[in-house]
């Protein structure tokens, strides 16, 4: 088992900046993929960001959050970030830190096998 928790959220302005972390623990030497997710009040969940951690792939990002947000790890401490800038009321949603082992990867779309908690992002007008 993999266990992720989220931090960072909070109230912020439109324009302003948040930066999540995601610290992974447990049984993290299969994990092949992080990333983040988002569910907005009364939306399905959507991706937002998402890379491999192994070599130096390309992250992938949704087109919502392209050329805003950024997302990065420290390997050393197991944690996976997101720098959000920019920030506009609709990216309004709890946050989910999500992994996915090295059997299981289909791809940033694909099924992930564990999830953190959440973490509230709430950006007013």
């Known amino acids: 088992q993999v266990q992720l928790v989220e931090s960072g959220g909070g109230l912020v302005q439109a324009g302003g900046s948040l930066r999540l972390s995601c610290a992974a623990s447990?049984?993290?030497?299969?994990?092949?993929?992080m990333g983040w997710f988002r569910r907005a009040p009364g939306k399905e969940r959507e991706i937002v960001a998402t890379?491999?951690?192994?070599?130096?792939?390309?992250?992938y990002y949704a087109d919502p959050v392209k050329g805003r947000f950024t997302i990065s790890r420290d390997n050393r401490k197991k944690t996976v970030y997101l720098q959000m800038n920019s920030l506009k009321p609709e990216d309004t949603a709890v946050y989910y830190c999500?992994?996915?082992?090295?059997?299981?990867?289909?791809?940033?779309?694909?099924?992930?096998?564990?999830w953190g908690q959440g973490t509230q992002v709430t950006v007013s007008s």
């Open positions: 999500a992994a996915v082992t090295t059997t299981n990867w289909g791809g940033p779309r694909g099924q992930y096998d564990y």
């Open positions: 447990g049984r993290t030497w299969d994990t092949y993929a």
């Open positions: 890379f491999i951690l192994a070599g130096a792939a390309v992250p």
